[in-house]
C-alpha cells in the first residue's frame, strides 16, 4: 500500500491550494483519512480529519479555512487550503488507516509529505 501526496508548492499570504492524496495496493477498507503537517522542532499535528462515515474535524487554527474531501470510491483524500498564512508553512502528510484484507487489522499509513509554503 502507498499515499501518494501532490499539490504543494509556494503561495502568497492569502492565496489557495489543494493538495490531494491517493491511496493504492491492496486495500479492503479504509476508516479514516487525514491530512497532518510538521514544521522542524515541532511535532506533527493533524490539521483535519475525515473518518468513514463520519463528521469532518478540524484544528482549532485552520477551521473555515481548509477544508477536507475524500473520495471513498477513489481512495483518495484532498485538502482545500485557503486564506493561506505563513503559520501554515510546513510540510503535509496524508494518513489513512486501513485494512488489507476483511479480517485484518487496521494500520497506519503515510504519504511522503508534501512542502507548502506560504510567503508574506
Known amino acids: 500500500v502507498q499515499l501518494q501526496a501532490s499539490g504543494g508548492g509556494l503561495v502568497q499570504a492569502g492565496g489557495s491550494l489543494r493538495l490531494s492524496c491517493a491511496a493504492s495496493?491492496?486495500?479492503?477498507?479504509?476508516?479514516?483519512m487525514a491530512w497532518y503537517r510538521q514544521t522542524p522542532g515541532k511535532q506533527r499535528e493533524q490539521v483535519a480529519g475525515?473518518?468513514?462515515?463520519?463528521?469532518?474535524n478540524y484544528a482549532d487554527s485552520v477551521r473555515g479555512r481548509f477544508t477536507i474531501s475524500r473520495d471513498n470510491a477513489k481512495n483518495t483524500v484532498s485538502l482545500q487550503m485557503n486564506s493561506l498564512k505563513s503559520e501554515d508553512t510546513a510540510v503535509y502528510y496524508c494518513y489513512a488507516a486501513l485494512r488489507i484484507t476483511a479480517g485484518g487489522f487496521y494500520r497506519t499509513y503515510w504519504g511522503q509529505g508534501t512542502l507548502v509554503t506560504v510567503s508574506s
Open positions: 475525515q473518518p468513514s462515515g463520519g463528521s469532518a
Open positions: 495496493g491492496t486495500i479492503f477498507s479504509i476508516s479514516s
